[in-house]
């Protein structure tokens, strides 16, 4: 195992009624802005909780950050942030609000005149306003780290930054809050939960036994309860297994000491740049032609998670390996969630150029960094089969 500094200081309301925490987390005299997304808070019901949690506090409003939240849009609560002397974000929505949350956080502090050199040149944040998160879609694990994810229009990037700072105050998971979720989230989520472990666990032996095991009982639970929750959509047992699952899986434990993937990430973020594919949807195409591209460099975690998680013990390694990718595809694909290309129009012609793009900025990804441009083009080729 390798050395590791373990940092988690988000405090987590977990349950029903628990949006009433806010009342007591929130500083007493904080001049907070509340932001959300497209409007979904307004047809639950969270929308009024957290007014009625905040009560008595002087509370603005930015809604409208969108999917993938967007720089441009961002910079508009920037503006608002400021003159409005605002000194507490509440983010209520997905990851996609927390993350954009986020960014206007390092923002607003942020003193030089281009903050978008926080994703682009990695300038480190130094300071950034503090953060609490209601969420209401699982699947990011943003509500328990201090990553976000951005995506500029004008340029079609979509980029990854993060600080220490960045990490919420608190965390309000209330898995009520969940039950209005469409079939495409809720499998969205399973899918980004599960693709988080694989990214972390599926490299090579590290001697951490226990991380592997925290990171195979994450995987086993996503396999029983994913299926479940799509056929039982109102069952609050099923919503809370996804939403406490989505969050062990990135809040940074079973990467303790362990080698690090994160290409599939890499490369579906582009996709969704390119061709706006949920996040989730970009995963479940690139993953299983990413382990059929890596096969041998990832064999023995491979053989491992075959046996574990599908049960394979039988056969030749090749088979086994083959087995155990084919049975995560399966396992995509039965969540209503496609893993080609071609399923989604996207031609072979249109993902040429990715590889280079991604090395140009990141060189060569992966644990053992050996994908680059011309791995990527040929994982991508593969996808479009
Ligand atoms: O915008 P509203 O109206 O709220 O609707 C959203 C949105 O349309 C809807 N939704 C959310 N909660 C709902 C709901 N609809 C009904 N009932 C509810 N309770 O769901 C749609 C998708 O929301 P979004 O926030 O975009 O989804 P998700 O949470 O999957 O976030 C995706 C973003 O997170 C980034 C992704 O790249 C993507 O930009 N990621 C962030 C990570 C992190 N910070 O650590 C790691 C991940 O790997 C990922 O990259
Ligand atoms: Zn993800």
Redesign the pocket.
Known sequence: MKNFTYFNPVRVYFGKGTIARLKESIPAGARVMMT??????RQ?GVYEQVASALKGHPVAEFGGI????RFETLMRAVAAARSEKIDFLLSV?????L?GTKFIAAAVPFPGPEPWDLLSKHTPVRAALPIGCVL??P????EM?G???ISREATREKLAFGSPLLFPRFSVLDPE??L???PR?TA??VV?AFV?VLEQYLTYPAAAPLQDRQAEAILLTLIECGPRLLASPDSYDERATLMWCATQA?NGLIGCGVPQDWAT?AIG?EL?AAYGLD??QTLAVVLPALLRHQKQQKGEKLLQYGERIWGISSGSEEQRMEEAIAQTEAFFRSLGVRTRLAEYDIPAEGVRGIGARIEARDGKIGERRDIGAEQIDAILQACTK
């Open positions: 959300w997304g497209g409007g979904s808070i639950n969108e999917p993938n939240p929505g997905g990851g996609s609000v993350d209401t879609l699947a990011t694990g943003s780290n990553t976000a994810v809050s969940t209005s979720l469409p989230q969205n989520g980004d988080h990135l990430h973020h969704t996040h989730a």
